[in-house]
């Protein structure tokens, strides 16, 4: 028996925001994610939305939410990393960063390209890395 039978890719990512509508503004304006759905499920609020081929699902647990800021040193995410072709990707993304407010690393060789990390609007750990 295969110990992997069948799994294609990663579906979606889901995470964790504090305030949904907020979260949603934040990655269609700053990294240009377009909106796909969004929904309820009891108390929970999601927002799917698509950057690239990458799906993330934002969610809010409303009143089952626990109040405390992101620490990726915390058991859970510690970030979520998004490929980009080159590193011409990178120096264009650093500038729509600048242009947006968003505060960066800037462009840093790291241990498998170079990389551009930032946070989102909960704090959350993201970068841009250069494939190979």
């Known amino acids: 028996m295969s110990r992997n039978p069948g799994i294609a890719g990663i579906h979606h990512i889901g995470i964790t925001v504090t305030d949904l509508q907020a979260s949603v503004e934040w990655f269609t304006s700053v990294l240009g994610a377009e909106e796909v ?61 600048d242009d947006a407010g968003v505060e960066h690393s800037g462009i840093v060789a790291g241990a498998m390209g170079s990389l551009l990390a930032f946070r989102g609007p909960d704090n959350i750990a993201l970068e841009f890395y250069t494939l190979g």
């Open 37 to 97: 759905e969004r929904f309820d499920i009891g108390p929970m609020s999601k927002a799917m939305i698509r950057l690239g081929d990458v799906t993330l699902s934002l969610v809010s647990h409303g009143p089952a939410g626990i109040a405390g800021p992101f620490d990726e040193h915390r058991v859970g995410l510690d970030h979520l990393s998004f490929a980009v072709p080159n590193a011409g990707v990178l120096k264009t993304w650093s500038g729509r960063l």
